[in-house]
């Protein structure tokens, strides 16, 4: 069965800093990956997604992630944060054919905090 | 605009109540999925249907149940079997491989 794992629970962070979230998978084929945002009670907003082909992937709002697979690893990376992008941040891993048609199995996600 | 509406934003149960949690989409999404998400635990899948009139359990079934007779809609059924039925509920759809797209949540709580 697959797993994802991020292993900080909050992470502070001041504004206009770089900013890495973690993100560890076990899937037994060709993952595929995403990192989703929530805000406090509010739905999920895909910020990323990898399927295949480039191991650097883009998103929206200036994030970008990297897909290692010998470290089984999808780290969540940006510049420059901004106050608005406090939120909670869940990493992902999809599970049947075409990126999840089975579901996805989440980590327990990271709590973002930026300091003015 | 297309998306995912659920209703209703907030609901209260009483012990040995069933209660039904609606999930629609106007996006012409064939699969449906919905998940329970609960504090330091990110989400699980509780039910998932891939097309009308099929569905499948996910990892957390027990104390649920689902409908999918239309291919819009995905109601969920959170019956007095589940005895920890305290969550927010997020319901999801996708369409050929696309990331899943999801509502804004129902958040139930027990009286």
């Known amino acids: 069965a697959q797993s994802v794992t991020q292993p900080d629970i909050h992470i502070t962070v001041s504004e206009g800093a770089s900013l890495e979230l973690r993100c560890n998978y076990s899937?037994?084929?060709?993952?595929?990956l995403f990192w989703y945002v929530q805000s406090p009670g509010q739905g999920l907003q895909l910020l990323l997604k990898?399927?295949?082909?480039?191991?650097l992937v883009q998103g929206i709002k200036g994030f970008e992630a990297e897909f290692k697979r010998s470290q089984s690893s999808f780290n969540l990376r940006k510049p420059s944060v901004h106050w608005s992008d406090a939120a909670e941040y869940f990493c992902a891993v999809g599970a049947g054919s075409g990126g999840g048609a089975d579901g996805l199995t989440f980590g327990k996600g990271t709590h973002l905090i930026i300091q003015p | 605009d297309g998306g995912i509406t659920q209703s209703p934003k907030y609901l209260f149960r009483k012990e040995g109540q069933n209660v039904t949690l609606s999930c629609e989409q106007n996006l012409n999404h064939d699969a449906m999925y919905w998940y329970r998400q609960d504090p330091g635990q990110g989400l699980r899948l509780i039910y998932y249907s891939q097309i009308v009139n099929d569905f499948q359990k996910g990892d957390i079934a027990e104390g649920y149940s689902v409908s999918r007779e239309k291919k819009e809609s995905f109601p969920l059924t959170v019956t007095s079997a589940q005895k920890n039925p305290t969550a927010f509920y997020l319901c999801a759809s996708t369409h050929r491989g696309q990331p899943q797209h999801f509502g804004d949540g129902t958040r139930l709580s027990i009286l």
């Open positions: 899937y037994g084929a060709t993952p595929y």
């Open positions: 990898y399927f295949s082909g480039d191991t």
